[in-house]
């Protein structure tokens, strides 16, 4: 079964953004649920998988929320705000930015937080998949790649994204965009990826959020 088809004169509201976003930390929490039950049963790739499946859905939450206060009479917004909530690393990138905004030392939490996205996006697929190195021929399993400690720390990164996200969304408003602002956010998504991840970027946004007084600290 393919994709559905995006109706053209389809858009998105302010209202159906915001639902999605509660929606969606409400199914991250139970993700990080099972994936905790599945760490106590020694289910390790399971229980990483999901963490990493908790981390998407956090930042899809982030991606609706802050979203909410584009122009959604844009068709090129609309758009992109599709392809940025069903692609797994734009959500995964999502998911550090409140943790990164309200962090007491944000170099550091810059700097941990690039290296744990790309991890986490390596480490997605050998989590729930068999795989083999055609260069060697040796065949990895699931349960040769991810080890204890690897699915204890998504786990509990899961849960500390969770958090973050939530008390940003329950305490602030969407932060305002200017026409600027939507042009970037108009970026192909492969362009925007590679700006996200790179250390200079984090340090723009939170100079603009702080000159701007976008985040209430908690």
Same mark, same amino acid.
């Given at each position: ?65 802050? *979203?909410? %206060?584009? +122009? ?6 609309? $758009? /992109?705000?599709? #392809? ?78 969770? *958090?973050? %996200?939530? +008390? ?6 969407? $932060? /305002?965009?200017? #026409? ?39």
């Amino acid at each position: 079964m393919g994709t559905p088809r995006i109706p053209p004169e389809f858009r998105f509201t302010d209202k159906i953004l915001k639902d999605l976003s509660t929606v969606s930390l409400e199914n991250a929490e139970q993700l990080i649920k099972e994936a905790k039950l599945l760490l106590s049963q020694n289910f390790l790739p399971r229980a990483y998988f999901l963490s990493v499946a908790a981390i998407e859905e956090i930042g899809k939450a982030y991606l609706c929320f802050e *979203s909410s %206060t584009r +122009n959604l009479n844009d068709s090129a917004v609309t $758009s /992109k705000i599709i #392809k940025s909530i069903e692609n797994h690393s734009n959500k995964i990138n999502a998911a550090f930015h409140t943790s990164i905004i309200t962090s007491k030392d944000p170099r550091d939490a810059i700097q941990k937080a690039v290296d744990l996205m790309l991890a986490l996006k390596k480490g997605r697929e050998p989590s729930m998949y068999t795989d083999i190195n055609y260069i060697d021929s040796k065949i990895y399993v699931p349960n040769s790649v991810i080890r204890d400690v690897t699915a204890k720390d998504s786990v509990r990164l899961s849960e500390h994204c969770y *958090s973050t %996200t939530l +008390n940003y969304i329950n305490n602030s408003d969407p $932060s /305002k965009k200017s #026409k600027v602002d939507d042009a970037v956010f108009g970026l192909k998504s492969k362009t925007f990826n590679k700006i996200m991840e790179q250390e200079d970027f984090w340090w723009y946004l939170i100079d603009n959020q702080e000159k701007n007084k976008l985040f209430k600290a908690p």
